[in-house]
């Protein structure tokens, strides 16, 4: 490894670990979005002042929620290290979010238990995704214009326009009621992950569609594959193995980038099919106003989409020899 | 322009009119519940799952409420907060994103290199939905509900526009106008807001077109999520919410067509409007 490469590495991971910082303090300063004592918020009106206290004291509640505060009555306040913000960080640095304010449960335990469903949900969604949209993409970008193209420029619109909310309930009806191959909702046996996976990966395979057609097109048009035709290779070498490799590029990086839309999506698709996963964990701190929950799942889903990204970049400048100098 | 664009563009001014229009157009109150009289039973039922007709259009739900005039009245609620949303973040984006692409040096370095990364750190979705739900507390009213939507994705929309805007300034402040602007003594503000700012709005007017599409997307999700206007008031994601449940689908499906259908339409207009205009402002696109 050269100087160079090395103080790139430098540079890349410290933006690494300041971003990382950024997002834990601003996931630790949304609980004090909440208007009003957040007991309150929680226990409602009707609590008793014990409950209350009680309560605070459980949460750490009682502490200033950082090192100052100032308002219009008691002015600026310096209220030292002991506060909720720096202490949130001592947790988070042991692997502790906090308790859950409903189930009275660790906050990373809840999580932990949930987690797999969702990276499972995204990877058979991302895995539906690459495997329609490369052949799709292939065929429409090698017959442009012709009727597969057309098809698959119509099958990307569809895609790209119709939200999961609306393609999740529609496979519910017709592959749940009207002909009964699948579960409506959960996640009990292997294969109640088709229908979720299909909602949640309909966005990702139009746009991947779209990617994959217009990347064929362009290095279709490049002098390396008249020189491949000319050796007299056969056309679907010089698509699957010249093409293709070079017109992936572009489209490892959108599939890194849409990771967190798939991550957000996934919120979306486990309410629809009921699936457990950190979604419906989200959605459930919601409604119940556990926000020390929803506060660790925001983080938890944060973390792992920056993590990867920084794969996916990795992955780029590996594939693309050329980033790697500049 | 193609003839997608003016698909477009037609459908987002009838999407607009609607909305601006939907005291008129709406054929019923929108959060009445219907009854009729049933001979058979010798009393009022409710008029529930009524399959499109005459009277009531696009049918009734579940609730015996019209779904046209429900749909008419969601648009509006779409129509405010991706406009208002577009505006807000657009602003504080082009701004952001000047001043990174103008000053460059230690400016750009934090704000492009760090603000920016911070915020795409996020996924959107997420953050929004988790501002909305912090910012809510215990009952919200339908306003407090519209400006925390507004809130929430304003603060994760406005990092596309400045980063569009970063890169227009990077390459406008070297041409020759803007020289001889700096030349002639103009103020760096001037430099700026009169020279470089117009000269860089078209791509702006594109992603403002794609963000639209966006925000309705958006609004209609956080609704579906439960995290939109209160009920009873319409909105579609909230309607695609109560539609789906397997008793209604079966019944009367065109609960959950209609408005997804309306939805999907509003997206891809503004789609159709920014790939439209993309490749019209920049001809090198045009040739795929």
């Not at chain 2, 526009?161 to 406008?172: E, F």
Request: proline content about 5%; some cysteine.
């Amino acid at each position: 490894m050269n100087k160079y490469k090395l103080l790139n590495f430098v540079k890349r991971l410290g933006l690494f670990v300041l971003v990382i910082f950024t997002v834990v303090s601003l996931v630790t300063i949304l609980i004090e979005l909440v208007p009003g004592d957040p007991a309150i918020a929680r226990l409602g009106d009707n609590a008793t002042p014990e409950q209350l206290q009680a309560f605070r004291n459980r949460h750490n509640l009682d502490v200033p929620s950082f090192f100052f505060s100032y308002d219009s009555v008691d002015g600026f306040e310096w209220h030292g290290v002991k506060n909720r913000y720096l202490d949130y960080w001592k947790g988070v640095l042991q692997g502790d979010l906090g308790i859950s304010y409903d189930t009275d449960r660790p906050v990373l335990d809840l999580v932990i238990e949930r987690y797999p469903a969702t990276i499972k949900l995204a990877l058979a969604a991302l895995v539906i995704a690459v495997f329609i949209s490369i052949p799709l993409g292939v065929l429409a970008g090698t017959n442009k214009n012709s009727l597969i193209d057309n098809f698959a420029s119509f099958f990307a619109l569809m895609g790209i326009c119709l939200p999961g909310f609306v393609i999740g309930p529609l496979l519910v009806y017709f592959f749940a009621v009207k002909i009964p191959i699948f579960s409506p909702t959960g996640s009990y046996y292997p294969e109640d992950i088709v229908l979720p996976a299909i909602t949640l990966g309909a966005a990702l395979s139009a746009i991947l569609t779209r990617m994959v057609r217009s990347s064929v097109i362009e290095e279709l048009g490049e002098d390396y594959v008249r020189t491949a035709r000319a050796k007299g290779l056969s056309e679907k070498v010089v698509i699957y193995k010249h093409v293709l490799k070079n017109g992936l590029i572009p489209v490892v990086t959108i599939l890194g980038l849409q990771l967190g839309v798939l991550l957000a999506g996934a919120i979306i698709t486990e309410k629809i099919f009921n699936w457990r996963g950190v979604g419906t964990l989200l959605l459930d701190g919601i409604n119940t106003r556990d926000h020390r929950l929803v506060q660790g799942v925001v983080l938890i889903i944060s973390v792992t989409y920056i993590l990867a990204n920084s794969f996916t970049d990795m992955v780029y400048r590996w594939l693309d020899p050329r980033i790697r100098i500049n | 322009m193609n003839r997608l664009t003016y698909i477009g563009f037609f459908l987002a001014i009838v999407f607009i009119f609607t909305a601006i229009f939907a005291n008129q157009i709406a054929t019923h109150d929108p959060i009445k519940q219907f009854r009729e009289y049933d001979q058979s039973a010798g009393r009022e039922v409710s008029l529930k799952n009524k399959p499109p007709s005459g009277e009531h259009w696009f049918g009734t739900d579940s609730l015996g409420r019209d779904v046209f005039s429900r749909i008419v009245h969601g648009a509006r609620v779409s129509l405010f907060v991706g406009i208002t949303v577009v505006t807000i973040s657009g602003i504080f984006g082009i701004i952001i994103g000047a001043i990174a692409g103008f000053y460059g040096g230690w400016w750009d370095k934090f704000l492009a290199g760090y603000v920016f990364n911070v915020f795409l750190a996020f996924p959107g979705l997420l953050l929004a939905i988790a501002i909305v739900a912090f910012l809510s507390g215990t009952n919200p009213t339908p306003n407090d509900r519209v400006r925390h939507l507004i809130i929430a994705m304003c603060i994760t929309g406005w990092v596309g526009y400045a980063r569009v805007m970063r890169g227009q300034v990077l390459k406008i402040r070297e041409y020759d106008f803007v020289q001889a602007a700096r030349a002639l003594g103009a103020s760096n503000l001037r430099q700026l807001f009169v020279h470089i700012v117009p000269n860089a709005i078209q791509p702006l007017i594109v992603q403002a077109s794609l963000a639209m599409a966006g925000a309705v997307l958006a609004e209609a999700s956080l609704s579906f999520l439960g995290l939109g206007i209160p009920p009873p008031n319409p909105t579609w994601g909230t309607m695609i919410d109560e539609a789906r449940g397997i008793d209604t689908m079966t019944n009367a499906l065109h609960n959950l067509l209609f408005p997804g259908l309306v939805l999907a339409f509003t997206v891809l207009a503004f789609n159709f409007i920014g790939d439209g205009l993309r490749e019209y402002l920049d001809p090198k696109q045009r040739k795929r």
